[in-house]
């Protein structure tokens, strides 16, 4: 959810219970003003009356009033004092119920004669008031509430638009671009705090990113050339005729590491530039030609060690990515199968629409398949293995957000490449 939306949310919340609690709260308020209103138009009414019953010693001649009812009777006998003000029903010559407020009073004229006073005062116009009252009240504070809600949204809108301007630019932020985030100006601090930090960060990464990238750049120059000319040196010094087979052996163990040393420095840049997005090009790519393609490069020693291979492709299954990555990856999968495979085996290639299956015979692997992809981790004891074939193309898997499975049944290994969308076009 937006902090936008979840703060009018909030908003809406909190002002809707707010607005519910005036609202009742202005009603009552109303309805208690109107009570009091009757109930001292009662009180004067009962004063009059009871002061002329007083002076004259008899009940008086009221003229009967719409929505007006007046009782005043004379009791033998001396009676309790009281006084009560309350709401009843009275039922009409028609049978029609109708709301009233009255009031109660019970005195004494003299130790032998006592009197009571009932006057009634009809509710019907007041309750039709105080329902008209509600209904004001409730289409008032329902437009107040939406109107409030809409201000607070564009108010919000307004607060928070440097913010996203800041989020949009860290977002489409390149390292690999010469241009810097330009950030908004505000005259918020937490803002201009933020800006602050984000232009500092985005300035150091690519600060280091371009030294990094400098530095890989002149490792491999740095490190090849030093290494293609050891090996070269070694391998003329190996054709000397007159070396003793102890001499030999050294020389052909030094070159064997030489050659590591080479594999292993390759294969660690790749990882860098992987990591670092030096392979930006990207186009679409048949995974089955990239396979057929692959699959000739090693039909030599597959045929050699009478591997057959089985290829079948379903689907046209394309994905977008970098060719040359495409094809470490492909390239990699298959040299794993045929590297830890049995003389005599088999390897089996299946493209479908969304994902790649390359499954092999083999020894059981001796590897937690927890730490297979990780770097220098072989699946066996190859002595031409380095260990980061696999650890490139978990790289490469993480790089276009796709998924990489390993299972293992018996003597039959099978990788399984998840696409990360349907990638038959």
């Known amino acids: 959810m937006k902090l936008l939306t979840k703060s009018t949310v909030y908003f809406l919340a909190y002002s809707g219970i707010l607005i519910m609690l005036g609202g009742v709260l202005l009603y009552f308020s109303t309805r208690k003003m109107v009570y009091d209103q009757i109930d001292n138009s009662l009180l004067t009414e009962l004063e009059i009356i009871r002061d002329q019953i007083e002076q004259t010693k008899s009940i008086p001649d009221f003229s009967a009033r719409p929505g007006h009812q007046l009782e005043v009777r004379l009791i033998s006998g001396k009676v309790r004092p009281v006084q009560v003000i309350n709401d009843t029903i009275i039922t009409d010559t028609t049978g029609y119920e109708h709301p009233y407020r009255y009031i109660l009073y019970r005195g004494n004229l003299d130790e032998n004669t006592g009197f009571s006073v009932v006057i009634s005062q009809t509710l019907r116009e007041k309750i039709v008031l105080l329902e008209y009252i509600g209904v004001y009240i409730f289409f008032l504070f329902l437009s107040l509430f939406f109107i409030s809600i809409f201000l607070n949204y564009l108010f919000s809108r307004r607060l928070w638009r440097p913010f996203y301007i800041t989020v949009d630019q860290a977002e489409k932020f390149d390292i690999q671009s010469d241009r810097l985030p330009v950030l908004p100006q505000t005259n918020i601090s937490e803002f201009e705090r933020l800006n602050a930090v984000i232009g500092q960060m985005t300035k150091k990464m690519r600060d280091d990113y371009l030294n990094l990238k400098e530095y890989h750049e002149n490792a491999a120059h740095e490190i090849q050339t030093p290494l293609a000319v050891i090996r070269s040196k070694l391998e003329i010094l190996a054709q000397r005729k007159e070396l003793r087979k102890e001499s030999l052996n050294l020389i052909l163990s030094i070159n064997e590491a030489a050659t590591r040393l080479y594999k292993i420095n390759q ?7 992987i990591d670092n997005m030096y392979f930006q090009d990207e186009t679409d790519i048949s995974l089955a030609e990239t396979i057929e393609k692959i699959l000739l490069g090693y039909r030599e020693i597959m045929n050699l060690r009478k591997i057959k291979v089985d290829f079948l492709a379903g689907d046209k299954a394309m994905v977008r990515m970098n060719e040359m990555l495409a094809d470490t990856l492909v390239s990699n999968l298959i040299s794993n199968a045929v590297r830890y495979n049995f003389d005599g085996g088999f390897i089996r290639c299946q493209v ?3 994902k790649l299956i390359i499954s092999n015979s083999g020894p059981p692997l001796k590897t937690d398949t927890a730490i297979l992809f990780r770097r220098f981790q072989k699946a066996g ?11 490139i193309v978990k790289k490469i898997v993480e790089a276009y957000s796709m998924k990489i499975v390993y299972t ?15 990638a038959g076009i």
């Open 408 to 422: 293992c049944v018996g003597k039959v290994h099978e990788i399984t490449l998840l696409f990360a969308s349907p």
């Open 267 to 273: 294969g660690l840049l790749m990882i860098s530039k």
């Open 352 to 354: 479908h629409k969304d």
């Open 381 to 391: 004891d190859n002595p031409q293995s380095v260990g980061l074939g696999l650890s």
